[in-house]
């Protein structure tokens, strides 16, 4: 099953983890292609979920992520094989840009009328490295214009469920300091959604759409925490009908 929402003309998409091919322990739609999950259920899931979309599978463009605050500027199809290995990819073509996660923050982001839209991959590295700043400035670089981007905050653990060490705590809220939180048990923890949305309104971006899912305590999501061993979720943003 895929959530889909519409915002002054663009289109995001979020996953859960029903609707495909794949068997335990990445049942149903994983769409992440380096969790171990047989390589020929991964393409018919991500297959699968363009169709629902209405996107051309060869319209998505996807990421190696690691963990960092890269950025790249992506302007023609993806070969096959060729994603770029970065958490954060801009475009201002028609492609749909996808984020994979299983308890990260997926970010989108979009400005209809320059025509520009961007994707992040926002775990605790990547929040506290400045993932999010960085995929807003190069979509700025690019014509786009803070008070006219749109941004969607997919599925994600929550601050309640995120347990951390208090020094690591300490470490990622030196630098973001609406990251810090506690558990619902009365740990040490990070809230790495609030983080963002954080960073998104120091940007400038005033128009965020949050999701209430936290993928730690949905059974309908992928959660690396709660399982290892499991698929991802993807959570996509394209512009116009022309892909849809």
């Given at each position: 099953m895929i959530y889909t929402t519409e915002r002054s003309g663009a289109h995001f998409a979020f996953t859960d983890r029903w609707?495909?091919?794949?068997?335990?322990?990445?049942?149903?739609?994983?769409?992440?292609?380096?969790?171990?999950?047989?390589?020929?259920?991964?393409?018919?899931?991500?297959?699968?979920?363009?169709?629902?979309?209405?996107?051309?599978?060869?319209?998505?463009?996807?990421?190696?992520?690691?963990?960092?605050?890269?950025?790249?500027?992506?302007?023609?199809?993806?070969?096959?094989?060729?994603?770029?290995?970065?958490?954060?990819?801009?475009?201002?073509?028609?492609?749909?840009?996808?984020?994979?996660?299983?308890?990260?923050?997926?970010?989108?982001l979009a400005d209809p009328v320059a025509g520009i839209v961007g994707a992040a991959h926002?775990?605790?590295?990547?929040?506290?490295?400045?993932?999010?700043?960085?995929?807003?400035?190069?979509?700025?670089a690019q014509g786009g214009a803070a008070e006219r981007i749109v941004a969607a905050i997919g599925?994600?653990?929550?601050?309640?469920?995120?347990?951390?060490?208090?020094?690591?705590?300490?470490?990622?809220?030196?630098?973001?300091?609406?990251?810090?939180?506690?558990?619902s048990w009365g740990t040490p923890a990070l809230d790495v959604p609030g983080g963002v949305a954080r960073q998104l309104a120091e940007a400038g971006i005033t128009e965020v759409v949050r999701s209430s899912v936290c993928t730690l305590e949905s059974a309908d999501h992928f959660s690396y925490r709660r399982e290892q061993r499991t698929g991802r979720l993807a959570s996509y943003v394209w512009l116009g009908s022309e892909l849809s």
């Open positions: 609707g495909g091919v794949s068997t335990a322990p990445y049942g149903e739609l994983n769409l992440g292609g380096a969790v171990g999950d047989d390589p020929a259920a991964v393409r018919e899931n991500r297959t699968l979920a363009a169709r629902e979309l209405g996107i051309d599978p060869a319209d998505v463009v996807w990421m190696n992520q690691v963990h960092g605050a890269e950025v790249a500027v992506v302007r023609e199809r993806q070969r096959q094989g060729q994603a770029p290995t970065v958490d954060a990819v801009v475009t201002d073509r028609l492609l749909a840009l996808a984020v994979l996660t299983a308890d990260c923050t997926p970010v989108l926002a775990g605790r590295p990547g929040l506290a490295a400045g993932v999010v700043p960085a995929v807003v400035r190069a979509m700025l599925p994600a653990v929550c601050g309640r469920c995120y347990e951390v060490p208090a020094e690591l705590r300490a470490e990622v809220a030196a630098l973001v300091p609406a990251a810090r939180a506690e558990t």
